[in-house]
């Protein structure tokens, strides 16, 4: 699979705009700030696809970029306090609205950071995923911020945080660094070799 052939195709602020599904897509879904640009950024060997900011809750439109043979949906990020009820209702309506359709999904990288233990909204996100049966794995980002020694202390520690949910597969990664973005890419071409 070619990660280099990408191109923005649009966006939605509405569930009801979004077209059909035509293709396989790949999901991404985290909190605010996790770092859900960057990774799709190195994921597709680009700088700035995705856009990435330093204000939090920046994405409010679900994001479609187009690859040959597979789509990325990039998901509003959740949990973010400083938006207006109305806004959050939106995006839940978005979010909700998106997965209730008849959608060729074909894996949904959910994003956490690996420096803190899951959030509430996290947990709910992974619940939800764990429940509907969706196909997916756990994107554990900002590895470079942490001391060789603390990475695999922090890792257990979610492994066992999460233990809850079954089979569930971790990924940790950085997007500075590029370490375990490979894994990535290649649980995605798993996904797509198998449609």
């Keep these: 699979m070619n990660f280099h052939i990408v191109e923005f195709e649009a966006s939605y602020g509405k569930s009801k705009q979004i077209p059909d ?8 879904s985290g909190k605010s700030n996790v770092g859900k640009s960057s990774l799709i950024n190195k994921i597709l060997y680009r700088k700035s ?4 900011s ?3 809750g920046k994405t409010t439109t679900i994001n479609f970029f187009k690859l040959n043979e597979v789509r990325f949906a990039d998901l509003p990020g959740y949990g973010y306090a400083k938006v207006s009820k109305s806004e959050k209702d ?5 979010v909700e609205g998106y997965f209730a359709q008849q959608r060729n999904i074909a894996l949904i990288i959910q994003i956490c950071d690996i420096r803190h ?4 909204d996290d947990m709910a996100m ?5 429940s509907t049966g969706h196909n997916f794995i756990i994107a554990l980002t900002k590895l470079d911020k942490l001391k060789k020694s603390q990475q695999q202390t922090r890792i257990d520690a979610l492994t066992q945080e999460l233990s809850a949910f079954e089979g569930i597969r971790l990924f940790p990664c950085s997007s500075q660094t590029g370490q375990g973005v490979d894994e990535i890419r ?3 071409e798993e996904c797509i070799c198998t449609e």
Excluded: C, G, N, Q
């Excluded at 696809?49 to 990435?52: D, E, M, P, S, T």
């Design 21 to 28: 599904s035509d293709m396989p897509e790949i999901v991404f």
């Design 49 to 52: 696809i995705a856009r990435v």
């Design 54 to 56: 330093a204000t939090p």
């Design 90 to 94: 939106r995006w839940a309506e978005l």
């Design 117 to 120: 233990s899951p959030t509430k």
């Design 126 to 130: 992974i619940d939800f995923l764990y």
């Design 186 to 188: 290649a649980a995605i």
